[in-house]
T-cell receptor
Framework: GQQLNQSPQSMFIQEGEDVSMNCTSS?????WLWYKQDPGEGPVLLIA?????ELTSNGRLTAQFGITRKDSFLNISASIPSDVGIYFC????????????FGQGTRLTINP | DSGVTQTPKHLITATGQRVTLRCSPR?????VYWYQQSLDQGLQFLIQ???????AKGNILERFSAQQFPDLHSELNLSSLELGDSALYFC????????????????FGSGTRLTVV
């Protein structure tokens, strides 16, 4: 089945630094989504991307839908302590039923 | 509050036992999805129901089953539990059934943490 390779698996940064993470796949995806999961909670949608090449921002977050439809990245600028958590990419495979496929997650830790 | 309600929040049970996890979708949502998240793992799709009918199946074990009731709430039944079944189980909902009928991904509940001892 379709798989998403998300990297890096974990990041340890200083407060104020910029963050970049990405997801790649060997197959085409119709939609790319980025979620954040806080401890003990369910994932919360951050950004949704629907067209190849689309670049979307949500405050300090920016994400892009790769032109090949096989990748996406998420950038966080000027990180703050509340950015700590696990970030998941997710995609809707092209040609399949509406069933989100998730990456393995990027665990972000911020040193104040 | 996402609008998706999962109960119980925590569950501790012994191996070999059976448990039922409950999910109430967001008001107006017809599709319910169940995902399993093991320690430090991503989310693994288990099963989807749309308006009471099974719509898609993922890597769901034969010991696991689910159903969606007329009021659209869903239950995930886990039987003959093993230590490896310990995980977070998430329910998510959307309005539509297939791609194109809704946008913005799924809305997740807060999960049920299952510990099998």
């Amino acid at each position: 089945g379709q798989q998403l390779n998300q990297s890096p698996q974990s990041m340890f940064i200083q407060e104020g630094e910029d963050v970049s993470m990405n997801c790649t796949s060997s197959s085409i995806f119709n939609t790319w989504l980025w979620y954040k999961q806080d401890p003990g909670e369910g994932p919360v949608l951050l950004i949704a991307l629907y067209k190849a090449g689309e670049l979307t921002s949500n405050g300090r977050l920016t994400a892009q839908f790769g032109i090949t439809r096989k990748d996406s990245f998420l950038n966080i600028s000027a990180s703050i302590p509340s950015d700590v958590g696990i970030y998941f990419c997710a995609g809707l495979p092209w040609g399949g039923a509406q069933k989100l496929v998730f990456g393995q997650g990027t665990r972000l830790t911020i040193n104040p | 509050d996402s609008g998706v309600t999962q109960t119980p929040k925590h569950l501790i049970t012994a191996t070999g036992q059976r448990v039922t996890l409950r999910c109430s979708p967001r008001s107006g949502d017809l599709s319910v999805y169940w995902y399993q998240q093991s320690l430090d793992q991503g989310l693994q799709f288990l099963i989807q129901y749309y308006n009471g009918e099974e719509r898609a199946k993922g890597n769901i074990l034969e010991r696991f089953s689910a159903q969606q009731f007329p009021d659209l709430h869903s239950e995930l039944n886990l039987s003959s539990l093993e230590l490896g079944d310990s995980a977070l189980y998430f329910c998510a909902s959307t309005h539509g059934r297939d791609r194109g009928l809704n946008r913005g991904g799924y809305t997740f509940g807060s999960g049920t943490r299952l510990t099998v001892v």
